[in-house]
């Protein structure tokens, strides 16, 4: 083959590699929820079951917690700071999720479900 052949050929590649990685990154949907005292913004997402989404976690005043149980998932929400979470609900149904840092009277009410769906 001659170099320049064999030059076009490596840039085809490489065009199709950063291609891949631009649909890869386009289909992890990515889901905002903001906290503050007593609630979660919003507090009821819809997705769809088998497809991954990474949610952003924000606090809008203090440290709360994020617990969802089913998942498996506890982290922690910093003001300042974005907390990711990567998931891929299997099977449609609800997810529900709370926080679990005490925040103060209310606290208890601080809930939000995923509406997993087929
Ligand atoms: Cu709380």
């Known amino acids: 083959m001659q170099p320049l052949q064999r030059r076009i050929l490596l840039l085809t590649a490489a065009t199709i ?3 891949a990685v631009g649909l890869a990154r386009a289909s992890t949907n990515e889901i905002r929820i903001s ?4 609630a979660f913004t919003p507090a009821e997402v819809r997705l769809k079951a088998g497809q991954p989404v990474v949610l952003v976690l924000t606090t809008e005043d203090r440290v709360h ?3 969802m149980p089913q998942l498996g998932i506890r982290t922690e929400i910093v003001p300042g ?7 891929t609900p299997e099977k449609p149904g609800r997810i529900s999720f709370f926080c679990d840092v ?3 009277d209310g606290h ?3 809930d939000g479900t ?3 769906e087929a």
């Open 102 to 104: 005490f925040c103060g």
């Open 65 to 67: 917690g994020f617990k």
């Open 114 to 116: 995923l509406v997993v």
């Open 108 to 110: 208890e009410e601080m």
């Open 17 to 19: 590699a950063v291609g």
């Open 81 to 87: 700071q974005e907390t990711r979470v990567e998931i």
């Open 35 to 38: 906290a503050k005292k007593f």
